[in-house]
């Protein structure tokens, strides 16, 4: 009798200890994660932050200066114009110049190139804005955020993956971006959902290319879909991701979202992407986090976040 209740004491300690060592080592997988999580994000996020910020001196140079450049040249302009008026035959060797030089064509281009100048320096200026909203650091609490702004700096980050290569066309990215409202979030860590499900499409994609001939790529391009919706209830956004790559098999995709999952080589995937990802929107953000596939034809994955954060 004794020893029975003895036994059975064993046993119950035996799988307490069981299902605590269970839970420590989730915990400690969770803690890991998170570490690495943030080890990557914040190496990425300093180097971007510091080349956003490198990059914006120079240009505040150039968009200070573009300016009065501008208004010099109309003033130089308006002077050439005047010596034209007094002197109205210069002689031989000014007209030669000038039509050596084609004055009339220089008058109707420098303001244009100029202009473009413009252009480019507040396409740097908005890349540089971009670069910082990506990189942006954390609270520890959530803050309001455009989830457009969020993926489209994303995308940016990855845009040399997406140029035609060597041997392969470009990958289009198209965006049905619905009326969403600010969602509540850590942006720097759904920017990196975002950057592991697209990494992960732009893998699936080349993977793709290598394996399918150039006139059937042709024929249908490869494509990432983002499309973004607002429930009914106005209560959740979803963020949609398909591709139209490799997909994977149905055992794979049960096993996606495991630590440590991966079918790439080494060097090229850790396994560690989708299971951060998770963490980060199931349970820092209280989504879900879904995924549907069909072998040879692509993949989707589905974003589900509450708009408003319900942990408070
Ligand atoms: N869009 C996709 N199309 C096809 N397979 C995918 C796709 N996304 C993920 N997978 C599969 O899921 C696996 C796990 O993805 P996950 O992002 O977690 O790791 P990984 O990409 O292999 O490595 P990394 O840690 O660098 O992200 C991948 O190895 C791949 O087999
Ligand atoms: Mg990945």
Redesign the pocket.
């Known amino acids: 009798m004794g020893v029975a209740l003895q036994q059975t004491d064993l046993l119950i300690k035996t799988r307490q200890q069981a299902t605590q060592l269970e839970q420590t080592l989730q915990h400690l997988q969770e803690t890991q994660l998170q570490l690495v999580q943030n080890e990557k994000m914040s190496a990425l996020g300093n180097l971007v932050a510091g080349v956003a910020h490198e990059i914006n001196n120079p240009v505040g140079f150039i968009a200070g200066n573009l300016k009065p450049a501008q208004d010099y040249v109309q003033d130089l302009f308006g002077l050439i114009n005047l010596y034209q008026e007094k002197l109205p035959n210069p002689g031989q060797d000014l007209e030669d110049e000038i039509e050596a030089i084609d004055l009339e064509y220089i008058r109707e281009d420098l303001p244009k190139l100029i202009d473009s100048m413009q252009l480019g320096v507040n396409r740097i200026h908005e890349i540089s804005t971009s670069l910082r909203t990506f990189s942006r650091s954390d609270k520890d609490y959530k803050v309001p955020f455009n989830l457009h702004d969020g993926i489209d700096s994303t995308i940016l980050i990855l845009k040399h993956r997406l140029k035609p290569h060597e041997h392969y066309p470009a990958i289009e990215v198209v965006r049905d971006y619905g009326n969403l409202p600010q969602v509540e979030c850590f942006a720097g860590q759904l920017n990196q959902v975002f950057m592991?499900?697209l990494?992960?499409?732009i893998?699936?994609l080349e993977?793709s290319h290598r394996q399918r001939h150039l006139a059937n790529i042709q024929a249908t391009p490869h494509q990432i879909l983002i499309q973004t919706r607002l429930a009914e209830d106005g209560e959740q956004v979803s963020i949609r991701?398909a591709?139209n790559?490799?997909?994977?098999t149905e055992e794979?995709k049960q096993?996606?979202?495991?630590y440590l999952?991966?079918?790439?080589s080494v060097g090229?995937?850790?396994?560690?992407?989708?299971?951060?990802?998770q963490q980060i929107v199931v349970e820092r953000h209280g989504g879900r986090l879904k995924?549907d596939?069909v072998l040879g034809q692509?993949?989707e994955?589905t974003i589900i976040l509450p708009v408003t954060d319900e942990t408070h």
């Open positions: 592991n499900l990494a992960n499409a893998d699936a993977e991701i591709d790559g490799i997909g994977m794979v096993r996606v979202f495991d999952f991966t079918t790439k090229k995937g850790t396994g560690l992407g989708l299971a951060i990802a995924v596939s692509g993949t994955f």
